[in-house]
């Protein structure tokens, strides 16, 4: 009984709980590190790629209006934005491939239709914009996104117009005004540039309208490869039978632009809109859609910045004009009755004002 006694002893020595205090032997209780809370690391984990989503689609997307107009300095603009999404679409697609999709005639049908109006119409029309306009008055002009998009659902009855809405829709035709007629008052400025890069707003707004009407994939990756597969394609055709491949001269082509196309690429197109389509299944629209308040200032002050563009107490004025008549049509559709989804998967349509 003795050794048994003096055994337990030497265990609680050996396990550091018996410990001589003031010259007597006491037990001390082993302190215990609580464990993690999984809930709380789950949490802060979803918390942190919510907010690198939306850094994404703010810094990264502002400052591709900057990459495309150093990409289309060496090289033709259809051929640009083709091998932009030629890289981007085949990378998603391979990836959403990897992970089991298996793309049907539906997704290819619905893959054509957004993307014609997404890359051919709204990224092709934009690149070649940037031929002729900086980068910051693109940017400005492509922001009337959200205008197009509610004057759509409109016409098409998939929304009601709000007050507020109709005052945003009219205060942005005045920014756009201000800032399209003091340019053409410019020496060098270019109607068809300024008019192809709020073409290219409209084209992507379309894009935006019909997605929620046709039958894209429900994975987001594979949501955002089948448009940029098909919409590169197109693309590089069109490049095809304007003849910019002829125009081509790999020895003329820029170190600058090189790595214009590859932010494109990279930044752009995999990151950044991956990240919006991640956004769309998880966040309101009108959420997500703060992006177009972001993108503006980014572009303007980059170009200003790094590409010397003239940063204007007019452009200041309309890009002011402009963002507010954006939060007003913002405002207004989050109080407007919706017939129909405009932008955004049932998923993301159902969803509440804040992330889920």
């Known amino acids: ?44 984990t979803y918390t942190l790629k919510l907010g690198l989503a939306f850094a994404a689609t ?42 089991g999709f298996r793309p049907r005639r539906e997704h290819w049908i619905a893959g054509c239709a957004v993307g014609a109006f997404y890359f051919l119409g709204g990224h092709g029309m934009l690149h070649w914009a940037e031929q002729h306009v900086a980068s910051g008055l693109a940017s400005v002009l492509y922001s009337t996104e959200a205008m197009f998009i509610v004057a759509l659902g409109w016409m098409l009855g ?52 019909i997605s929620a009407k046709v039958k894209l994939p429900e994975d987001a990756l594979a949501r955002t490869a089948m448009p ?9 055709l069109a490049a095809g039978v304007t003849g910019e491949f002829h125009a081509v001269h790999l020895a003329s082509i820029s170190l600058k632009s090189v790595f214009g196309l590859g932010y494109l690429i990279v930044f752009g197109s995999i990151i950044a809109f991956t990240a919006y389509t991640w956004l769309l299944q998880r966040c309101s629209p009108a959420l997500v859609a703060t992006h177009t ?33 954006i939060v007003l049509i913002r405002r207004g559709e ?18 509440a004002t804040e992330c889920a």
Request: proline share 7%; aromatic share 6%; glycine share 10%.
């Open 334 to 351: 989050r109080s407007a009755p919706r017939i129909v989804p405009v932008a955004v998967p049932a998923a993301a349509a159902s969803s």
């Open 58 to 99: 703010y810094l990264i997307w502002g400052s591709t209006y900057l990459g495309i107009h150093y990409a289309v300095e060496t090289i033709p603009p259809l051929v640009a934005a083709g091998i932009r999404h030629s890289f981007a679409g085949g990378i998603l697609f391979a990836w959403a491939w990897a992970r």
């Open 1 to 44: 009984m003795a050794s048994e006694h003096a055994a337990q002893i030497m265990a609680l020595v050996r396990s550091g709980t018996l410990r001589n205090i003031g010259g007597r032997p006491v037990i001390v209780p082993e302190t215990r590190q609580p464990a993690p809370d999984p809930v709380a690391h789950k949490e802060r």
């Open 228 to 236: 940029s597969v098909c919409g590169a394609a197109m693309l590089l």
């Open 293 to 325: 308040y972001a993108n503006p200032v980014v572009a303007v002050l980059l170009g200003w910045l790094l590409a010397s563009e003239p940063l204007t107490l007019r452009l200041v004025l309309a890009s002011a004009v402009i963002l507010g008549a």
């Open 158 to 209: 998939q929304q009601r117009i709000t007050r507020l809405s109709l005052l945003g829709l009219g205060l942005g035709v005045i920014g756009v005004v201000i800032l399209v007629g003091g340019e053409l008052t410019m020496k060098g400025s270019s109607p068809l540039g300024l008019l192809a890069a709020l073409a290219s707003s409209l084209s992507w707004s379309v894009g935006v309208v």
